[in-house]
C-alpha cells in the first residue's frame, strides 16, 4: 500500500473517538493513512509535516524499518507468552535495555501498555513500599495543578486538569495538589527554564504541615507537556527532591513525554539533574509502534517491596500485556536506534536553532507567550472573549490544511517533532504556524 492507494473508511459512525469533538470530526474528517519519516499522507496522498512526533510519541520518524522488522519478526516467533508465574527471554532483554539508558540506581523495570498505566502503577508501588518500610499511614498523593497523568483514576485524580475530571466524579480520596508553575507575569518568552518560581515547591512544606506523615508520594511531569509546555523553573526540581528526602515521601516523574529524548538526554531527570525514586515511562519507548509503557523502580523501593515480603507474589498488580513479546521487541530495536543515532544528542544540537524558530514568532497577533526546551516549543495566544480554543483550533486546521500538524490544548499551540527533523522542517513547521497565527488575527 502506499500513500494514494489507502482505504478510506465509507462509514464514521462505530468509532467512538478518544478526546475528540465526535460530531465535529466526524463532519469534517482529517484521516491520516500513511507515515514515513517526518511526515504523514492522507488518504488522497497529501503531506502533512508531523509537527508533533504523532502525540509526543514516534520520537524516531515514521515507519522506521529496524522497528518494523523486529515486531513482523517476533511475531512469528512467539506471539504471546504469558509473564505471570512465567516468562519469556525478550521480557528480560527489554527490561535490561530499558535500565541501560534510565539514569543509575532506577534499574527495576516494571512493564505496562500506555502512560496512564504507568502512572496508577507508579502510584500503587509507592503506596506498596510505603507500607511494606511500616510507613502503612501513608496513603495520600500529591500531584500538582494542570498535570496531566493519563485517564486512570489514579492518574486522574492526582491529575491537575480540571476539564478531564470534571464528568467522572469524586475520583481517589486522600489527594491534595501543589500549585502549577506557569507564571507568564515573571517569565512570559523564557528561553529553556525560566529563572522564577523555584520557591514554588516549598508548598510542599504546607502540605506536610497539613497532612503529617500521611503522605506517601509526589508526582510530578519535569517538565508538563500536555497542560501546554511548563517548563520547571531553575532550581524547582532540586527543592521539591529535598522536600520529599527531608519527609520520607517518594518522589515520582512522569516522563511519558519528557522521555525518550524529548528535552535532549534519554530522560528528562538527567537533563534537569534531579533522579526521581520512581520514573514513570511509555509514547517514545516503542516509538508508538506497539503500546507499551513502563516503570523504573530504585533499588530501595524495589528491594524493599520485593525483598522485604514474604515468600509468594510481592506485588499484587500487573497487566496480562505486561512485557508483551512483539511491544518488547519493539522497544529493544527503539532502544537501539536512539543509541545508535544518538537522538538525544541530536534533540540537543538542534534545540538552539529551534528554540530561535520558535522565539521568532514573538510580536504575531495575539501571542503572548513562548517557552521551550529540548525539541518542545508552546506558544500561548491570547483567547477569543468566552471562546477558549477556538483561536488555537482554527490555527491548527489552517496549518493542518497547509500540511503541518501541530497540537493544541485551550490556546496553547505545542510543537514537538520526531528528533530526524531537519533544520528544514522546522522552518517548514514555524512558517506554517507564523502564517496560520497571522490569519487568525482578530
Ligand atoms: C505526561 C503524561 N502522562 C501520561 C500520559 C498518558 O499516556 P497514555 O495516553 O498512553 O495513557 C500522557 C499522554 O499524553 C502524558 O503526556
Not at 266 to 292: Q, W, Y
Not at 427 to 441: G, H, K, M, N, V
Amino acid at each position: 500500500m502506499n500513500e494514494t492507494t489507502s482505504p478510506r473508511p465509507n462509514n464514521l459512525d462505530a468509532f467512538w473517538m478518544p478526546f475528540t469533538a465526535n460530531r465535529a470530526f466526524k463532519t469534517a474528517p482529517r484521516l491520516l493513512a500513511s507515515a514515513k519519516g517526518m511526515s504523514y499522507y492522507t488518504p488522497d496522498g497529501r503531506e502533512v509535516i508531523d509537527g508533533t512526533a504523532g502525540l509526543w510519541c514516534c520520537n524516531a520518524g515514521h515507519a522506521r524499518p529496524e522497528i518494523i522488522e523486529a515486531v513482523q519478526k517476533q511475531a512469528a516467533v512467539l506471539d504471546f507468552a504469558p509473564t505471570f508465574q512465567l516468562g519469556h527471554p525478550l521480557a528480560f532483554q527489554a527490561a535490561t535495555k530499558v535500565a541501560q539508558i534510565t539514569p543509575p540506581g532506577l534499574d527495576h523495570i516494571f512493564f505496562t501498555n500506555s502512560g496512564s498505566e504507568s502512572d496508577d502503577t507508579a502510584l500503587k508501588i509507592a503506596l506498596a513500599y510505603q507500607r511494606a518500610r511500616g510507613q502503612a499511614q501513608r496513603v495520600r498523593l500529591v500531584g500538582r495543578e494542570r498535570a496531566y497523568h493519563g485517564v486512570g483514576f489514579g492518574g486522574l485524580s492526582v491529575g491537575g486538569i480540571g476539564g478531564n475530571r470534571k464528568q467522572f466524579g469524586a475520583l481517589l480520596p486522600y489527594v491534595d495538589h501543589l500549585p502549577h508553575t506557569h507564571a507568564p507575569e515573571h517569565n512570559a518568552f523564557s528561553r529553556g527554564q525560566p529563572a522564577w518560581g523555584a520557591h514554588l515547591a516549598d508548598s510542599l512544606e504546607n502540605l506536610v504541615a497539613l497532612h503529617g506523615d500521611t503522605i506517601a508520594a509526589v508526582i510530578v511531569e519535569p517538565m508538563a507537556g500536555s497542560t501546554g509546555v511548563l517548563v520547571p523553573p531553575v532550581g524547582y526540581l532540586q527543592r521539591l527532591r529535598a522536600l520529599c528526602d527531608k519527609h520520607g515521601l517518594l518522589l515520582i516523574f512522569d516522563e511519558v513525554i519528557c522521555g525518550f529524548g524529548r528535552l535532549g538526554a534519554h530522560f528528562g531527570c538527567e537533563r534537569l539533574g534531579v533522579t526521581p525514586d520512581i520514573l514513570a515511562m511509555a509514547k517514545g519507548l516503542t516509538n508508538a509502534v506497539v503500546p507499551m509503557g513502563a516503570v523504573a523502580a530504585s533499588d530501595a523501593v524495589y528491594n524493599t517491596i520485593v525483598e522485604g515480603a514474604p515468600a509468594g507474589i510481592e506485588l499484587f498488580h500487573g497487566y496480562t500485556y505486561s512485557g508483551h513479546p512483539l511491544a518488547c521487541a519493539a522497544a529493544i530495536a527503539t532502544i537501539d536506534v536512539h543509541v545508535r543515532e544518538d537522538l538525544p544528542g541530536r534533540a540537543l544540537a538542534l534545540e538552539k536553532y529551534f528554540e530561535d524558530a520558535a522565539h521568532s514568532l514573538k510580536g504575531l497577533p495575539n501571542v503572548v507567550d513562548i517557552r521551550n526546551m529540548g525539541l518542545v516549543a508552546g506558544v500561548e495566544l491570547t483567547s477569543r472573549p468566552g471562546q477558549v480554543g477556538d483561536r488555537a483550533t482554527k490555527v491548527f486546521h489552517r496549518c493542518f490544511d497547509a500540511g503541518v500538524l501541530i497540537r493544541t490544548t485551550a490556546d496553547i499551540i505545542a510543537l514537538s517533532p520526531p528528533l530526524i527533523a531537519e533544520k528544514s522542517h522546522i522552518d517548514r513547521i514555524f512558517e506554517t504556524l507564523a502564517q496560520a497565527i497571522r490569519a487568525e488575527a482578530d
